[in-house]
């Protein structure tokens, strides 16, 4: 039951966390009763979907009462906070809120910040409940902290974040004209769209060049995530409960939805890849940056779903039973998180070349491990990637993405006999791959047939380095 508006100006409702977000789930409180708090204090973190989002505090006070205990899910429009009342007229408005992330290795400038996704990876605009009100500027609580820090009016400098939202940068940008007495700067120079791309349909991160300290590992996007940790079982205990819930709750619906959606059935085959393996080692040798196989598979898979095999590019609806195929192909990047596997994704994937797809993956793992992508960036796939192989493993059976009708597991590299035409073999570097397609929409001989396309443009990966289209 949808919960209505307050009318007690001391209370404070749970806003709207993100376009058609009607609920979340309340993973930890930041303050207590009889607790003075400020105008943007953090009172609770809260987990919508995939996204880690805090509420800040929309004036101060003193809270008088919480509703609500941790793990428990919340209705948008229910009541969160009461203050004690001060005889003050308090906003009405719901307060901005604004992406959670641990802190990661700082960056050495905000140039680097907002390119690493710290910033832009915020979730911005009406996506995340953060509004204009009273001509106040779209802007997260950090940004309008450090504009106060630096004496930067915030409602006089002009966004160029996502919706108009004003950013660290920009707020540095006003800084700067200020002290040196120029105008001040309102807008962040745009960055120059790599040639043959295409705008993309949703609102993404610009990515970082992979440098070689922080570049993914031959075989995937690098990091140490830790996914199903096991729980710390209490001495003297026989185990241990760990609650279901966050991530890995939503996880377990898709899944489960999937499962009893789809027609599974997947199909296996190995790539000889020593060719790819040397055009791969001769990229990052001239390019200065890491090349690992993922994004060659990558391009493999978008060049075959334009070419011939749009029937894998496509979405399930079926409540209005109806298939949608897709022109372009946006590609779903399934990462492993210390919360859980996300699916962020890289859009008009046939617009990009291997370099700018593997800048693309090292930009887009980095904000869902830190948790600062922004939750449009985790929608809207037409296909999906599992890199199963940059931990272990070759052949696999993946569970469809539904909506989607198709998903790649790429296994580990390893070597291998490859036998030639003429009975001849060689040891050569094989990559297992498995596609798994829904069969209601899907033949069994149009999957091994894109299966086997995949493999030859693998086979002879020169024609990979251009984008498809």
């Not at 793990?71 to 001060?86: N, P, R, T």
């Not at 308090?90 to 907002?114: C, D, N, Q």
């Not at 710390?232 to 185990?239: E, T, V």
Request: one cysteine or more; glycine letters at 10%.
């Amino acid at each position: 039951m949808a919960h209505a508006k307050s009318t007690n100006p001391n209370e404070f409702i749970l806003p709207d966390l993100g376009e058609g977000v009607h609920e979340a789930e309340l993973i930890k409180w930041r303050v207590q009763v009889g607790q003075p708090v400020k105008e943007y204090d953090i009172l609770a973190e809260m987990e919508t979907d995939k996204a880690l989002v805090e509420v800040p505090s929309p004036r101060s006070g003193v809270i008088s009462a919480l509703h609500g205990k941790e793990g428990e899910i919340l209705k948008v429009g229910a009541v969160l906070v009461v203050y004690e009342s001060d005889g003050q007229e308090p906003p009405t408005k719901a307060a901005p809120v604004a992406t959670h992330k641990p802190t990661p290795r700082a960056p050495e400038s905000p140039e680097e910040r907002e390119d690493a996704g710290t910033v832009v990876g915020k979730v911005g605009g009406d996506l995340a409940g953060v509004s204009a009100a009273d001509g106040k500027a779209l802007a997260t609580p950090a940004v309008r902290r450090l504009a106060r820090d630096l004496g930067v009016d915030i409602n006089r400098v002009e966004g160029s974040g996502i919706g108009r939202r004003v950013t660290e940068r920009d707020v540095r940008l006003a800084a700067s004209g200020a002290e040196s007495g120029a105008a001040p700067a309102t807008t962040a120079p745009a960055a120059p769209r790599p040639s043959g791309t295409a705008p993309a349909a949703a609102p993404a991160p610009r990515p970082t060049p992979m440098a070689a300290s922080a570049s993914p590992a031959p075989a995937a996007p690098s990091g140490s995530p830790a996914p199903n940790q096991t729980a710390a079982i209490p001495p003297g205990a026989d185990f241990a409960k760990v609650p279901f819930r966050g991530v890995r709750r939503t996880i377990a619906g898709r899944l489960r939805q999937s499962v009893d959606t789809a027609v599974h059935f997947t199909v296996m085959d190995e790539a000889d890849v020593s060719d790819l393996d040397g055009l791969r080692k001769k990229l990052a040798a001239a390019s200065g940056e890491k090349v690992s196989f993922l994004p060659f598979v990558c391009s493999a898979v978008a060049r075959a779903l334009t070419e011939q095999f749009g029937v894998l590019n496509a979405t399930v609806d079926d409540t209005a039973e109806e298939i949608t195929q897709h022109r372009s192909v946006h590609l779903g990047i399934a990462t492993d998180t210390e919360s859980g596997l996300m699916v962020p994704v890289i859009r008009d994937a046939e617009r990009l070349g291997v370099l700018e797809i593997g800048r693309h993956i090292a930009a887009i793992a980095a904000a869902a491990r830190n948790r600062s992508i922004p939750r449009e960036q985790l929608m809207g796939s037409t296909f999906t990637i599992s890199n199963v192989g940059s931990y272990a493993g070759r052949f696999a059976t993946p569970v469809i993405n539904y909506p989607e009708v198709g998903i790649l597991a790429a296994g580990r590299v390893r070597e291998g006999m490859v036998v030639g035409k003429g009975g001849w073999f060689r040891v050569g570097k094989l990559l297992p791959l498995s596609l798994a397609c829904d069969h209601r929409v899907v033949d069994g001989a149009t999957g091994a047939l894109c299966l086997a396309r995949i493999v030859e443009l693998l086979q002879n990966p020169e024609q990979l380095l251009a984008p498809a289209r």
